[in-house]
């Protein structure tokens, strides 16, 4: 399964996984390594999601329906 047909979620829980293989140590070093890289690939992945969920949530619609950045410290009134 390619990461762009994953969930977010289902990618942590294989990073999840991944990390709790590692953690014991009973792995082959092969595998170990194997394991590494795909954990590396599923963290760079779910960071992705993140910042993209994060880009599309400090962007609101306004009134006119034109995107707006979003400022948490403002609110969503903007223009107090």
């Given at each position: 399964?390619?990461?762009?047909?994953l969930r977010f979620e289902e990618a942590m829980t294989k990073l999840e996984d991944i990390?709790?293989?590692?953690?014991?140590?009973?792995?082959?070093?092969?595998?170990?390594?194997?394991?590494?890289?795909?954990?590396?690939?599923?963290?760079?992945?779910?960071?992705?999601?993140?910042?993209?969920?994060?880009?599309?949530?400090?962007?609101?619609?306004?009134?006119?329906?034109?995107?707006?950045?979003?400022?948490?410290?403002?609110?969503?009134?903007?223009?107090?």
């Amino acid at each position: 399964m390619s990461n762009e047909t994953l969930r977010f979620e289902e990618a942590m829980t294989k990073l999840e996984d991944i990390v709790q293989k590692l953690e014991s140590g009973d792995v082959p070093l092969e595998d170990a390594i194997t394991l590494y890289k795909r954990g590396m690939e599923l963290s760079a992945y779910c960071h992705g999601k993140l910042q993209d969920a994060e880009e599309q949530l400090i962007t609101i619609i306004d009134n006119e329906g034109k995107p707006t950045p979003f400022n948490p410290a403002k609110g969503q009134d903007s223009d107090e």
